[in-house]
């Protein structure tokens, strides 16, 4: 589907976030994007104009910000450690583009064509809940540790308009 860049940014809120013996309660506000060039562009940029061959265009793009709350406790068995956080996820917004139907761009030797849908997605306030596992090895080979998790288990979130989140910010939005 082309070239697609993704990339995700964090910032943990300190405040929020401590810790004591085997339990923690963190909280981090993560952003995603996801953005591409379609497929039609770069055959384009570097094979040139093809002539009366159709081209599928697909445009991807997503933004996503969520701040995740969570509540993790950690165990030693033997010499390795477990641990699970069960987290809320708060939605602060949600826009992506999706294909309503297949489109496409084709040229001939006078003229071009192209036919297209798309619909541009976006939501404000979403509430959700996932679960991150995770293990950990004690130290060995000069202090080598290995580790494993798995985020987001069953992580989802619901994008709805009586979301708390978005009654709050309701009418700052409205009239824009």
Same mark, same amino acid.
């Given at each position: 589907?082309?070239?697609?860049?993704?990339?995700?940014?964090?910032?943990p809120?300190?405040?929020?976030?401590?810790s004591?013996?085997?339990? &923690?309660?963190?909280?981090?506000s993560?952003?995603?994007? *996801?953005?591409?060039?379609?497929t @039609? #562009?770069?055959?384009? !940029?570097?094979?040139?104009?093809?002539i009366?061959?159709?081209?599928?265009?697909?445009?991807?793009?997503?933004?996503?910000?969520?701040?995740?709350?969570?509540?993790?406790?950690?165990?030693?068995?033997?010499?390795?450690?477990?641990?699970?956080?069960?987290?809320?996820?708060?939605?602060?917004y949600?826009?992506?583009?999706?294909?309503?139907?297949? &489109?496409?761009?084709?040229?001939?030797?006078?003229?071009? *064509?192209?036919?297209?849908?798309? @619909? #541009?997605?976006?939501? !404000?306030g979403?509430?959700?809940?996932?679960?991150?596992v995770?293990?950990?090895?004690?130290?060995?080979?000069?202090?080598?540790?290995?580790?494993?998790?798995?985020?987001?288990?069953?992580?989802?979130?619901?994008w709805?308009?009586?979301?708390?989140f978005?009654?709050?910010?309701?009418?700052?939005?409205q009239?824009?």
């Amino acid at each position: 589907s082309g070239l697609v860049l993704n990339t995700e940014f964090n910032i943990p809120i300190p405040i929020i976030s401590f810790s004591y013996k085997n339990w &923690a309660i963190t909280s981090s506000s993560h952003t995603y994007t *996801e953005i591409g060039m379609p497929t @039609l #562009l770069l055959d384009f !940029i570097f094979f040139g104009n093809a002539i009366n061959e159709k081209m599928n265009f697909e445009l991807p793009l997503a933004l996503q910000s969520v701040q995740e709350t969570g509540v993790t406790y950690s165990s030693k068995f033997k010499s390795i450690h477990f641990g699970a956080t069960a987290k809320h996820i708060l939605g602060y917004y949600y826009t992506g583009i999706d294909m309503v139907d297949s &489109a496409f761009f084709m040229t001939d030797t006078s003229a071009f *064509e192209g036919k297209g849908g798309f @619909l #541009l997605k976006q939501g !404000i306030g979403g509430s959700g809940f996932g679960l991150d596992v995770g293990i950990l090895t004690e130290p060995f080979l000069d202090g080598w540790q290995v580790g494993m998790s798995a985020t987001n288990i069953f992580g989802d979130i619901t994008w709805s308009e009586d979301s708390a989140f978005r009654v709050l910010l309701e009418e700052s939005v409205q009239g824009v």
